[in-house]
C-alpha cells in the first residue's frame, strides 16, 4: 500500500459497465500521485489481475455478473485484503448493499456517476476517495454480521436514568466511520442524551446508513430532516450532501438540514455541525470526533471545547484513517484521547457527569 506519498498509488477498476470504468479511469487520469493500473469486468477477471497488477486500491461495483461485489469483497478480505473503494448506484436496494460492503471491510463508498452526483463532481470525489483508501488501515478480515436485533450487544450501561434534556452528544466521522459510529451507538444504553451525527457519505447511502443503526441500536436512529428535534434516546444522522445544524428554542434543541458550499471540501461537514454546537449547547455538549482523512471537525472541535464542551477522540490505534482526530488533538481541541471500544463508556460517565451537575 502507497502510504510514502512518493509514489503513485495504483489503482484497478472493477466494473461489468465499460462506460463506467472508463468515466472511472478518466475521473482519475490528470492526478500526479494517482496510476489507473487495469480494468476489470467482473471478481474473476479481478482475481486475476489483483495476482498480476499488485493495485494498492480496488473500485468496486457491487452489481456484477458470476459474483456479486459483496461475496467478491469477503473472499477479498479474508485471502488478500486490500483498501476498497465502493462504488454502488443510488437505488434503495443498491445503496443498502453498499452499506453491507462497508460492513464486510469497504473503506469509502461513493454514488456511480448520475443522478444528483455529476462527472464533475466524481472527479472531485473519487481521487479525495482512493486516497483515504490507500492510507487506511485494514482489519484484515470481513465483518459478516447479521444485521438484526438479536446480536446486539451489552450496552455499556444497561440502564440509567433519563438522560438530561440539555446535553448533547455530537459525533463527526470520515473514512471507516460507519462502522466505527456502528460499534459506539451499539454499545450506548437506549436512554443516552440526543445525538447529531455527520459521517461523510453521498446522499441515498446515508438513509440506508441511518435505518441499518436503527435496526442494530437500542436508541432509535434516523436520517434528520429539517426542523427534527433532537431528544433523548435518538440519533439524527445527517442526510448526504446537506449540512446538518444545531439550534435551539427555549429549552429545546432541534436540527436544521440545510443547502450551502462544501466545507473542508465535504457536504455534510463536521465543522459546520460542531461550530453549531458550540453556539447551541455550549459546556453541555460533548463532542467526538472518529477516524477520518483530512482536518474537517477540527476547528469545530475547538470551539467546542472553547465553548466549555468535553471533547474525545479516537486513538491513532484503533482508526481506520487517522486524519481528523490528529488535526483535532493537534489543535489541543480534544480532552481525551481513547480508543474505539472505550469511547461508549466515557460519553455515559460523561453523560451522568453533566447530569449531576
Known amino acids: 500500500m502507497n502510504l510514502s506519498g512518493t509514489q ?77 473503494v465502493v462504488i454502488s448506484s443510488l437505488g434503495q436496494a443498491s445503496s443498502k448493499t453498499a452499506i453491507e460492503a462497508l460492513q464486510c471491510g469497504a473503506v469509502e463508498v461513493l454514488a456511480k456517476p448520475g443522478g444528483p452526483y455529476s462527472v464533475g463532481e466524481l472527479k472531485d470525489d473519487l481521487p479525495q476517495k482512493i486516497r483515504a483508501a490507500a492510507s487506511a488501515r485494514l482489519n484484515g478480515k470481513a465483518q459478516d454480521v447479521p444485521v438484526t436485533r438479536t446480536i446486539m450487544r451489552e450496552p455499556v450501561v444497561r440502564s440509567v436514568t433519563a438522560a438530561d434534556p440539555a446535553t448533547i452528544i455530537a459525533i463527526g466521522a470520515s473514512t471507516g466511520g460507519t462502522e466505527a459510529i ?104 460533548i463532542g467526538v470526533i472518529l477516524t477520518g482523512m483530512g482536518a474537517d471537525g477540527a476547528e469545530g472541535m475547538l470551539r467546542m471545547k472553547k465553548a466549555g464542551a468535553r471533547t474525545i477522540a479516537q486513538d491513532e490505534a484503533s482508526c481506520v484513517v487517522y486524519g481528523m482526530p490528529r488535526e483535532a488533538v493537534r489543535l489541543g481541541a480534544v480532552d481525551r484521547t481513547l480508543p474505539l471500544e472505550r469511547i461508549a463508556g466515557e460519553l455515559v460517565t460523561m453523560s451522568l457527569i453533566a447530569q449531576r451537575n
Open 8 to 84: 503513485k498509488t495504483r489503482v484497478l477498476i472493477v466494473d461489468d459497465s465499460a462506460i463506467v470504468r472508463k468515466v472511472l479511469g478518466e475521473a482519475l487520469a490528470s492526478q500526479p500521485d494517482i496510476e489507473v493500473v487495469g480494468t476489470a469486468p467482473d471478481p474473476y477477471v479481478a482475481r486475476d489481475k489483483i495476482l498480476s497488477l499488485h493495485p494498492d486500491v480496488l473500485t468496486l461495483d457491487i452489481e456484477m455478473p458470476r459474483m456479486d461485489g459483496v461475496t467478491f469483497l469477503k473472499k477479498l478480505m479474508r485471502f488478500h485484503p486490500l483498501p476498497v
Open 182 to 285: 456502528r460499534q459506539v451507538l451499539m454499545e450506548l444504553p437506549e436512554s443516552s442524551p440526543g445525538i447529531v451525527i455527520v459521517q461523510h457519505i453521498p446522499p441515498v447511502f446515508s438513509t440506508a446508513f441511518a435505518n441499518r443503526l436503527n435496526d442494530i441500536c437500542r436508541m432509535q436512529v434516523k436520517e434528520a430532516r429539517d426542523g427534527d428535534r433532537v431528544a433523548s434516546g435518538v440519533a439524527l444522522v445527517a442526510p448526504g450532501n446537506f449540512h446538518m445544524s444545531l439550534r435551539k428554542r427555549g429549552s429545546e434543541y432541534y436540527v436544521a438540514v440545510h443547502d450551502g458550499p462544501r466545507v473542508c471540501y465535504q457536504k455534510p461537514s463536521v465543522d459546520v455541525l460542531f461550530e453549531s454546537v458550540a453556539e447551541a449547547a455550549k459546556a453541555n455538549a
